[in-house]
């Protein structure tokens, strides 16, 4: 007789499977909602962090963009403030040069003067004298001491002015290369994308770094270079005005001289014309008729008036030709200071492009780069040639 299998184990009863088929369902239901529930936020996150992103990126270029505009602008008042030094540094170098040739030449007229009081401590006896040509030789001595003083001073006035506008000239230079290299950096940044071959992940990207500065910090040093350059300039300009005003007298000096000469050439003239006027009275009265040529009172006067004009003739030739002596003797110094400035304004270069030279063995070559001397900068220069008589400083 067959037996009937019975499986083992408890056994469900129809509402059993019909509420656990319930549940299941209601479960799926559920994850089904809370799947739906985390699709919706992650759209809406994804929307939202891309939108974020978008935005950041869009905010930094315009942060990025702003700031190059920024840091262009400084640039730009940067190298307007350097030409503005650098010819600032040219104009008194050259006033300085004219005031050394000034100083220079103001020897010569020294010397004569020493000289001439000193040939007159050769008079004796009573001729030893304090007459008024002694009084003014010793007031011409204290009066070119008193200007040599004078522009010695402006020469050192001008040289300490030299290196106070190349110290400005420098801080100048270094904060234009500073922000030339801050704008090439974020150029390059402005420039990045998410399609840049050298991007990558960094180190703690977010470090402050050290000598960091604030906003008003780098504000307040570029304005603060930049008032010092143009109060330098200033103080510079000021200093070439009252050196010219000294050279000036220099220059005078060869002016009075050759007007001294234009007078005494036009006196000589007008004494040949009088001498002339007398010769033709005394040669005229010479064919008076018989009794008549008498020597009266006016061949006495005319006499002596020719007599007169001739010695006066004399010595106004002899002072005219002291005076072109002296004036030649000037433009002799001068054109000795011109060629002897020329001579050192080529070794000063030759000697600065040395100093540039044994730079090297001090700067590594990859980081070399030639300085240019600023302060040397008007010293390859020829100098001024003369016009008119009178050194030309503009």
Known sequence: MAMLSVKPGQRFTVPDWHTNTKLISADAESQRSASHRVRQETRALRNETNNQAKWDEHDNQTRLTERISSVNRWKETLDKCLADIDEEIDALAKVKEAAERALQAKNLSLDIAIECLTLRESRRA??????????????EVRVIDKAKREL??????????????????QQLSFDHRGKMEALEIDRVCLSLSVNSPNISFKVNPTRVPNGSTAVDEWE???????DHAEAEMKASTKLREVIVLAIAQTL??????EEDIRRLEEDLRRKMQDLKVAHTRLETRMYRPNVELCRDQVQYGLTDEVHQ????????????????????ALYRQLYRIQTDIGYKANSLVLDN??????????????KFVPEVDTFNRTTNRAPSPLKNGQLELA
Request: charged content about 35%; aromatic content about 2%; proline content about 3%.
């Open 126 to 139: 009573i001729d030893v004298v304090r007459d008024p040509v002694e009084d003014e030789l010793h007031k």
């Open 152 to 169: 010695q001073q402006r020469v050192n006035e001008a040289f300490e002015q030299l290196c106070l506008l190349q110290e400005a000239r």
């Open 220 to 226: 307040q040093n570029s304005q603060y270079n930049k």
């Open 252 to 257: 005078e000096e060869i002016s009075e001289m």
């Open 309 to 328: 004009l001739e010695g006066t003739i004399r010595v106004l030739k002899l002072k005219l030709a002291e005076a072109q002596d002296a004036l030649d």
């Open 353 to 366: 492009k040395c100093m540039d030279s044994r730079r090297k063995l001090v700067v590594p070559a990859e």
